[in-house]
């Protein structure tokens, strides 16, 4: 089958994509504090504007990738793009917590219809050919945590200069164009006609938000309070009968049989570990320059480029080749143990601290980590899976990254809390807690390495030598 001439250009559009979903996640860091005096949020609430996005986008997921299946990726990846643009209005114009956390959930929904459905296009465009497979894996994965750092600094000067609203206006502009390019850039993909699992997609949402709501405030109530017993037992029970459901059902939003997918099941542990170290290094790394070293909202934002142009550089120019030498496996186990040692470094941060000696060691080692990761954990998840599971497997596994964050997050937020992150103007108490944030972080990436080294298989998803010529 002859490339498609609009693959590279695509590649842009899909890769622009992935910047600015995981950029939603990361562009509001630097402008909470604005947001947490003009919005009146709690230092333990704050958290909400970062996983009301992360709960729906992480919830919906499977139901992305399922209607990009069914409906055509092109199609859902559009619709996706309208969805998030509303969100950013909302949430833009909020005047209080309620209307803000609101906002924020449908731009998650409409991250959640955009990630998988990209995803899907990339393989389609670039499936047959492993080497520009390669190549376009490792700038689309170069995309996600480029967008998560450019939007600290992005946010920064944002926030400096315009407003807090800015962060989320700044996508209007953005997402107009790449909606005026779908047509002519991306390829159409048909869907199946099958049955829509609307039960199964409730299901998985609610337990995941409930699971993810009983950790944020059990610090406050306690771990033992009947209020969190029950809700983090209901969120068992709701994802049991998720489970249950997809077995039974007609049209499942999660066939149960792709599990059986060589390396599927351990490469999204290993993502959702990652998210959970991962994610909370950069939160609590933005609020110890803010609120401990006392920068502004524009040098916090520069402060973590380096980390940024690192990643871009290692993950664009050096994993590939790496993936293709020794296989994913060892990859991504060193990665996470090198992300460890990252965390372990920040968590020597002092309350009399400065960038050179607290903050950029520590973050670039994590950004060495994070870039052997990425990709390789990407590709195992994805690469044995049939072409008409291909939205379901993206699904999956930004799922199980996003679903890592939120849950990771909420809980170095409650271990933060109890070692003293809790009191504002406490200089050492917040270091304290931030610390605390760090280590458990750093335990979290190394129980993903030993996970990793047990279920994945040691030459899983090695690239094959393409054959074609370099015309072809």
């Known amino acids: 089958m002859s490339a498609d001439p609009r693959r590279w250009w695509a590649l842009a559009v899909l890769a622009t994509a992935q910047f600015m979903v995981i950029m939603d996640t990361s562009i509001i860091g630097v402008a909470l504090p604005d947001m947490q005096g003009a919005l009146g949020f709690g230092q333990s609430g704050l958290q909400w504007v970062f996983n009301a996005y992360v709960v729906a986008f992480g919830g919906l997921l499977l139901l992305g990738g399922r209607l990009s299946d069914l409906l055509g990726a092109r199609r859902v990846f559009a619709a996706g793009w309208v969805v998030l643009l509303a969100g950013s209005v909302v949430a833009a114009a909020a005047t209080g917590a309620a209307a803000e956390i609101a906002g924020r959930a449908v731009q998650g929904i409409g991250s959640a219809l955009i990630a998988p459905s990209a995803l899907t296009l990339l393989m389609v465009l670039f499936s047959a050919r492993p080497k520009e497979l390669a190549r376009a894996m490792a700038f689309y994965g170069a995309a996600a945590p480029a967008g998560g750092t450019a939007g600290v600094f992005l946010g920064g000067v944002i926030t400096e200069w315009l407003s807090w609203p800015w962060v989320f206006i700044i996508y209007l502009p953005i997402g107009l164009v790449t909606l005026a390019l779908v047509p002519g850039v991306l390829p159409k993909v048909p869907g199946r006609r099958a049955g829509l699992d609307v039960a199964g997609a409730a299901a998985v949402t609610a337990g995941l938000g409930l699971a993810v709501y009983a950790i944020v405030q059990a610090p406050g109530r306690g771990w033992g309070a009947p209020a969190t017993v029950l809700q983090l037992g209901g969120a068992v029970l709701l994802l049991a009968l998720f489970v249950a459901w997809q077995r039974i059902v007609r049209g499942p939003l ?161 271990i933060a809390t109890s070692q003293g992150a809790g009191r504002l103007g406490d200089l050492p108490g917040l270091t304290d807690g931030f610390r605390a944030a760090f280590i458990g972080a750093a335990v979290v990436a190394l129980a993903g390495a030993g996970l990793a080294l047990v279920t994945l298989r040691a030459r899983s998803a090695r690239p094959v030598e393409e054959k074609e010529s370099v015309g072809a």
């Open 254 to 414: 999660m066939p149960l049989s792709v599990w059986r997918t060589p390396g599927l099941a351990g490469a999204n542990a290993a993502m959702a570990l990652l998210g959970a170290a991962w994610i909370p290094m950069w939160y609590f790394l933005n609020l110890y320059l803010q609120q401990v070293l006392g920068y502004g909202a524009f040098p916090s934002g520069a402060a973590l480029l380096p980390m940024t142009a690192l990643m871009m550089v290692l993950m664009v120019g050096v994993t590939g080749r790496l993936i293709a030498r020794f296989g994913t496996r060892p990859l991504i186990v060193t990665g996470l143990v090198v992300l460890a040692a990252g965390l372990l470094v920040l968590s020597t941060i002092d309350a009399g601290g400065g960038f050179l000696t607290d903050v950029l060691p520590g973050s670039l080692i994590s950004a060495v980590g994070m870039s052997l990761v990425f990709i390789p954990a990407t590709m195992a998840a994805i690469g044995g899976v049939a072409p008409e599971q291909g939205g379901l497997a993206s699904g999956i596994v930004n799922t199980t990254y996003q679903v890592g964050s939120a849950i990771g997050l909420a809980v170095m937020t409650a």
